[in-house]
């Protein structure tokens, strides 16, 4: 009911899906596959080392279900990469307010 008449879009983000439980991947599977969700936006992380495309992982099920269902222009896939350390430290420096120098003992 609460994204069926919502003027503005609703975005849920849930981290670590490699961990969810079965009982769990079908509620969000019956969620994003719902008729009548509009303005609904989900985003899924997962590692992508522990659950592969081909895998018999209930998330690698979960969705090729949600994929076959809802079809596949309204599933994105985006594999990100780790960050570099020169990242980490980067964005320390930027958060803290910090010189380099002062957080290269947490990043180095």
Same mark, same amino acid.
């Given at each position: 009911?609460?994204? &069926?008449?919502?003027?503005?879009? #609703?975005?849920?983000?849930?981290? $670590?899906?490699?961990?969810?439980?079965?009982?769990? =991947?079908?509620?969000? %599977? %019956?969620? =994003?596959?719902? $008729? /009548? =969700? @509009?303005?609904?936006?989900? #985003? /899924?992380?997962? &590692? !992508?080392?522990?659950? @592969?495309?081909?895998?018999?992982?209930? =998330?690698?099920?979960?969705?090729?279900?949600?994929? %076959? !269902?809802?079809?596949?222009?309204?599933?994105?896939?985006?594999? #990100? /990469?780790?960050?570099?350390? !020169?990242?980490? +430290?980067?964005?320390?420096?930027? !958060?803290?307010?910090?010189?380099?120098?002062?957080?290269?003992? #947490? +990043?180095?």
């Amino acid at each position: 009911a609460l994204c &069926r008449k919502q003027v503005r879009p #609703i975005m849920m983000f849930i981290d $670590d899906l490699q961990w969810a439980d079965e009982a769990s =991947l079908d509620v969000l %599977s %019956s969620l =994003l596959k719902s $008729d /009548g =969700l @509009k303005q609904f936006l989900f #985003i /899924g992380a997962y &590692r !992508s080392n522990e659950v @592969k495309s081909h895998d018999h992982h209930p =998330l690698a099920k979960c969705m090729l279900d949600i994929e %076959s !269902s809802v079809g596949d222009e309204a599933v994105r896939r985006m594999e #990100i /990469g780790g960050l570099a350390p !020169s990242d980490v +430290t980067q964005f320390i420096v930027d !958060s803290l307010e910090k010189d380099p120098a002062e957080v290269s003992v #947490i +990043t180095d």
